[in-house]
Protein backbone atom coordinates (compact mmCIF):
# COMPACT_ATOMS: atom_id res chain seq x y z
CA UNK A 1 0.00 0.00 0.00
CA UNK A 2 1.38 3.52 -0.76
CA UNK A 3 2.11 5.54 2.32
CA UNK A 4 -0.33 7.78 3.13
CA UNK A 5 0.69 11.37 5.22
CA UNK A 6 -2.80 11.96 6.84
CA UNK A 7 -3.51 13.70 9.78
CA UNK A 8 -4.40 11.50 12.84
CA UNK A 9 -8.39 12.19 13.25
CA UNK A 10 -7.94 9.90 10.05
CA UNK A 11 -7.20 5.98 9.43
CA UNK A 12 -6.40 4.30 6.21
CA UNK A 13 -6.42 0.23 6.76
CA UNK A 14 -5.91 -1.56 3.12
CA UNK A 15 -7.95 -4.95 2.36
CA UNK A 16 -6.48 -5.92 -1.19
CA UNK A 17 -7.21 -3.03 -3.39
CA UNK A 18 -9.78 -1.70 -1.47
CA UNK A 19 -8.75 1.24 1.33
CA UNK A 20 -10.79 1.33 4.28
CA UNK A 21 -10.94 5.04 5.59
CA UNK A 22 -12.07 5.75 9.56
CA UNK A 23 -13.37 8.87 10.89
CA UNK A 24 -10.87 8.84 13.86
CA UNK A 25 -12.59 10.74 16.83
CA UNK A 26 -14.99 8.43 18.25
CA UNK A 27 -15.18 10.19 21.41
CA UNK A 28 -15.90 13.09 20.03
CA UNK A 29 -18.80 11.42 17.48
CA UNK A 30 -16.67 11.86 14.66
CA UNK A 31 -17.00 15.42 14.50
CA UNK A 32 -15.04 17.66 12.70
CA UNK A 33 -12.22 19.73 13.81
CA UNK A 34 -9.04 21.42 11.51
CA UNK A 35 -7.24 17.90 11.63
CA UNK A 36 -10.59 16.12 10.23
CA UNK A 37 -10.78 18.77 8.13
CA UNK A 38 -7.96 18.85 6.93
CA UNK A 39 -7.12 15.37 6.89
CA UNK A 40 -10.19 14.73 4.70
CA UNK A 41 -8.92 17.78 2.04
CA UNK A 42 -5.63 15.72 1.81
CA UNK A 43 -7.05 12.41 1.54
CA UNK A 44 -8.90 12.22 -2.11
CA UNK A 45 -5.66 13.08 -3.99
CA UNK A 46 -3.61 10.38 -2.60
CA UNK A 47 -6.18 8.00 -3.35
CA UNK A 48 -5.86 9.22 -6.52
CA UNK A 49 -2.31 8.49 -6.35
CA UNK A 50 -2.40 4.89 -4.90
CA UNK A 51 -1.36 2.66 -7.71
CA UNK A 52 -3.30 -0.66 -6.10
CA UNK A 53 -6.76 1.13 -5.03
CA UNK A 54 -9.81 0.07 -6.94
CA UNK A 55 -12.33 0.82 -4.48
CA UNK A 56 -12.85 2.82 -1.32
CA UNK A 57 -14.71 2.57 1.80
CA UNK A 58 -15.57 5.53 4.11
CA UNK A 59 -16.95 5.22 7.67
CA UNK A 60 -16.42 6.44 11.44
CA UNK A 61 -14.95 4.63 14.09
CA UNK A 62 -17.51 4.19 17.31
CA UNK A 63 -21.37 4.78 16.93
CA UNK A 64 -21.21 7.49 14.65
CA UNK A 65 -20.27 8.29 11.25
CA UNK A 66 -19.85 12.20 11.54
CA UNK A 67 -21.54 14.67 14.10
CA UNK A 68 -20.79 17.67 12.17
CA UNK A 69 -18.76 20.39 12.80
CA UNK A 70 -17.53 20.32 16.31
CA UNK A 71 -18.72 23.37 17.76
CA UNK A 72 -15.47 24.92 19.83
CA UNK A 73 -14.07 24.60 16.11
CA UNK A 74 -16.75 26.61 14.45
CA UNK A 75 -16.56 28.85 17.25
CA UNK A 76 -12.62 29.51 16.40
CA UNK A 77 -13.99 29.92 12.42
CA UNK A 78 -16.43 32.41 13.73
CA UNK A 79 -13.50 34.38 15.27
CA UNK A 80 -10.55 33.38 13.00
CA UNK A 81 -10.52 34.81 9.60
CA UNK A 82 -7.57 33.11 8.64
CA UNK A 83 -8.30 29.80 10.02
CA UNK A 84 -11.78 30.15 7.93
CA UNK A 85 -10.29 30.90 4.84
CA UNK A 86 -7.80 27.79 5.26
CA UNK A 87 -10.97 25.62 6.11
CA UNK A 88 -13.17 27.05 3.21
CA UNK A 89 -10.43 26.34 0.90
CA UNK A 90 -10.15 22.60 2.31
CA UNK A 91 -14.21 22.46 2.26
CA UNK A 92 -14.01 23.34 -1.86
CA UNK A 93 -11.33 20.64 -1.91
CA UNK A 94 -13.25 18.26 -0.27
CA UNK A 95 -16.37 18.16 -2.86
CA UNK A 96 -13.80 18.29 -5.78
CA UNK A 97 -11.80 15.96 -4.83
CA UNK A 98 -14.74 13.52 -4.15
CA UNK A 99 -16.83 14.15 -7.15
CA UNK A 100 -13.26 14.16 -9.13
CA UNK A 101 -11.86 11.09 -7.56
CA UNK A 102 -10.90 7.84 -10.36
CA UNK A 103 -11.92 5.11 -8.04
CA UNK A 104 -15.43 4.67 -6.55
CA UNK A 105 -16.13 5.76 -2.71
CA UNK A 106 -18.57 3.49 -0.92
CA UNK A 107 -19.93 4.54 2.24
CA UNK A 108 -20.78 2.91 5.30
CA UNK A 109 -22.89 5.34 7.59
CA UNK A 110 -22.44 3.31 10.90
CA UNK A 111 -24.31 6.37 12.87
CA UNK A 112 -25.69 9.21 12.64
CA UNK A 113 -24.38 11.93 9.64
CA UNK A 114 -24.74 15.26 10.35
CA UNK A 115 -23.59 18.65 8.65
CA UNK A 116 -20.03 17.48 7.28
CA UNK A 117 -20.86 13.60 7.56
CA UNK A 118 -24.27 14.39 5.47
CA UNK A 119 -22.28 15.91 2.98
CA UNK A 120 -20.01 13.07 2.83
CA UNK A 121 -22.33 10.62 1.97
CA UNK A 122 -24.27 12.86 -0.32
CA UNK A 123 -20.98 12.79 -2.20
CA UNK A 124 -20.01 9.25 -1.88
CA UNK A 125 -20.61 7.06 -5.02
CA UNK A 126 -23.00 4.32 -3.31
CA UNK A 127 -23.95 4.48 0.10
CA UNK A 128 -24.80 1.43 2.78
CA UNK A 129 -26.96 2.60 6.09
CA UNK A 130 -27.45 1.35 9.44
CA UNK A 131 -31.12 1.08 10.26
CA UNK A 132 -30.41 3.01 13.75
CA UNK A 133 -28.63 5.78 11.55
CA UNK A 134 -30.12 9.30 10.66
CA UNK A 135 -28.93 12.07 8.17
CA UNK A 136 -29.48 15.65 9.09
CA UNK A 137 -27.84 19.26 7.88
CA UNK A 138 -28.68 21.71 10.24
CA UNK A 139 -26.88 24.64 9.27
CA UNK A 140 -29.28 26.79 8.57
CA UNK A 141 -30.27 25.99 12.17
CA UNK A 142 -27.00 27.30 13.35
CA UNK A 143 -27.17 30.54 11.02
CA UNK A 144 -24.78 28.74 8.78
CA UNK A 145 -24.77 28.45 5.42
CA UNK A 146 -23.92 24.35 4.12
CA UNK A 147 -21.04 25.74 1.50
CA UNK A 148 -20.55 21.68 0.43
CA UNK A 149 -24.03 20.18 1.78
CA UNK A 150 -27.41 19.34 0.95
CA UNK A 151 -28.15 22.47 -1.06
CA UNK A 152 -25.14 21.78 -3.06
CA UNK A 153 -26.10 17.64 -3.94
CA UNK A 154 -29.16 17.00 -2.72
CA UNK A 155 -31.53 18.26 -5.80
CA UNK A 156 -29.33 15.90 -7.81
CA UNK A 157 -30.55 12.70 -5.44
CA UNK A 158 -34.29 13.39 -4.67
CA UNK A 159 -36.46 16.02 -5.74
CA UNK A 160 -35.89 19.89 -5.80
CA UNK A 161 -38.92 19.51 -2.79
CA UNK A 162 -37.95 17.37 -0.92
CA UNK A 163 -33.99 19.11 -0.72
CA UNK A 164 -35.80 22.35 -0.15
CA UNK A 165 -37.63 20.63 2.98
CA UNK A 166 -34.86 19.34 4.81
CA UNK A 167 -31.81 21.90 3.72
CA UNK A 168 -33.91 24.84 5.27
CA UNK A 169 -35.06 22.94 8.21
CA UNK A 170 -32.50 20.56 9.43
CA UNK A 171 -34.93 18.09 10.20
CA UNK A 172 -33.33 14.06 10.64
CA UNK A 173 -33.93 11.69 7.70
CA UNK A 174 -34.30 8.14 9.30
CA UNK A 175 -32.59 5.62 7.55
CA UNK A 176 -35.47 4.26 5.61
CA UNK A 177 -36.40 7.69 4.51
CA UNK A 178 -33.18 8.57 3.31
CA UNK A 179 -33.44 5.62 1.20
CA UNK A 180 -36.94 6.06 -0.13
CA UNK A 181 -35.76 9.52 -0.77
CA UNK A 182 -32.92 8.43 -2.89
CA UNK A 183 -30.13 9.55 -0.65
CA UNK A 184 -28.39 6.16 0.30
CA UNK A 185 -28.97 2.79 -1.90
CA UNK A 186 -29.29 0.64 0.86
CA UNK A 187 -30.17 0.77 4.77
CA UNK A 188 -28.69 -2.90 6.64
CA UNK A 189 -28.89 -3.98 10.65
CA UNK A 190 -26.66 -1.69 12.64
CA UNK A 191 -23.61 -4.88 12.77
CA UNK A 192 -24.01 -5.58 8.93
CA UNK A 193 -23.51 -2.21 7.41
CA UNK A 194 -20.20 -2.06 7.23
CA UNK A 195 -19.72 -5.47 6.30
CA UNK A 196 -22.25 -4.91 3.09
CA UNK A 197 -19.94 -1.55 2.28
CA UNK A 198 -16.71 -3.83 1.92
CA UNK A 199 -18.45 -6.44 0.04
CA UNK A 200 -19.66 -3.99 -2.34
CA UNK A 201 -16.16 -2.33 -2.95
CA UNK A 202 -14.53 -6.18 -3.22
CA UNK A 203 -17.57 -6.77 -5.75
CA UNK A 204 -16.24 -3.41 -7.63
CA UNK A 205 -12.82 -4.23 -7.45
CA UNK A 206 -12.88 -7.08 -9.45
CA UNK A 207 -14.54 -5.80 -12.13
CA UNK A 208 -12.14 -4.33 -15.48
CA UNK A 209 -10.22 -1.51 -14.18
CA UNK A 210 -10.60 1.35 -16.72
CA UNK A 211 -14.60 0.61 -17.75
CA UNK A 212 -14.90 1.02 -14.17
CA UNK A 213 -13.39 4.04 -13.63
CA UNK A 214 -14.66 5.73 -16.79
CA UNK A 215 -17.76 4.99 -15.96
CA UNK A 216 -17.84 6.82 -12.90
CA UNK A 217 -16.45 9.84 -14.30
CA UNK A 218 -18.98 10.18 -16.79
CA UNK A 219 -21.35 9.67 -14.02
CA UNK A 220 -19.80 11.97 -11.82
CA UNK A 221 -19.79 14.72 -14.33
CA UNK A 222 -23.26 15.78 -13.54
CA UNK A 223 -22.32 16.01 -9.99
CA UNK A 224 -19.02 18.07 -10.88
CA UNK A 225 -21.10 20.62 -13.22
CA UNK A 226 -23.94 21.14 -10.22
CA UNK A 227 -20.60 22.12 -7.84
CA UNK A 228 -18.88 24.04 -10.62
CA UNK A 229 -21.80 26.33 -10.59
CA UNK A 230 -22.92 26.34 -7.41
CA UNK A 231 -20.11 25.95 -4.97
CA UNK A 232 -18.55 29.46 -5.46
CA UNK A 233 -21.14 31.80 -4.14
CA UNK A 234 -21.84 29.08 -1.45
CA UNK A 235 -18.69 29.34 -0.08
CA UNK A 236 -18.51 33.08 -0.11
CA UNK A 237 -22.29 32.48 1.35
CA UNK A 238 -21.08 30.23 4.03
CA UNK A 239 -18.15 33.00 4.61
CA UNK A 240 -20.53 35.78 5.64
CA UNK A 241 -22.52 33.38 7.58
CA UNK A 242 -19.73 33.11 10.01
CA UNK A 243 -19.77 36.45 10.96
CA UNK A 244 -23.75 36.33 11.66
CA UNK A 245 -25.03 37.43 14.88
CA UNK A 246 -27.52 34.38 15.09
CA UNK A 247 -24.94 32.12 14.39
CA UNK A 248 -23.03 34.30 17.27
CA UNK A 249 -25.35 33.72 19.81
CA UNK A 250 -26.44 29.97 18.85
CA UNK A 251 -22.50 29.06 19.54
CA UNK A 252 -22.56 31.25 23.00
CA UNK A 253 -25.41 29.57 24.19
CA UNK A 254 -24.13 25.93 23.28
CA UNK A 255 -20.14 26.78 24.58
CA UNK A 256 -21.29 28.53 27.55
CA UNK A 257 -22.71 25.83 29.43
CA UNK A 258 -19.97 23.88 28.70
CA UNK A 259 -16.99 26.79 29.69
CA UNK A 260 -19.23 26.90 33.49
CA UNK A 261 -19.03 23.47 33.73
CA UNK A 262 -15.57 23.04 32.93
CA UNK A 263 -14.85 25.86 35.06
CA UNK A 264 -16.89 24.87 38.59
CA UNK A 265 -14.48 22.74 40.60
CA UNK A 266 -15.51 19.05 40.61
CA UNK A 267 -17.29 19.22 44.72
CA UNK A 268 -19.57 22.38 43.82
CA UNK A 269 -17.89 24.39 46.27
CA UNK A 270 -15.63 27.73 45.61
CA UNK A 271 -11.83 26.79 44.80
CA UNK A 272 -9.72 28.87 47.89
Not at 48 to 64: H, I, K, P
Amino acid sequence: MSTYDLTPELEVEADGPIRVIRLNRPEQLNAANHGLHRGLAELFPQLDADADVRAVVLTGNGRAFSAGGDFAYLDELARDADRRRETLAHGKQIVTGMVQCRIPIVAAVNGPAVGLGCSLVALSDIVFMAESAHLADPHVMMGLVAADGGPVTWPLLTSLQLAKEYALTGDRIPAKRAAEMGLVNHVCADADVLDHAVACAHRIARLPRQAVEDTLRILNLHMERAVVATLDFALAAEDRSFTSSELRANLDRVLSPAKEEKQAPASGKEEP
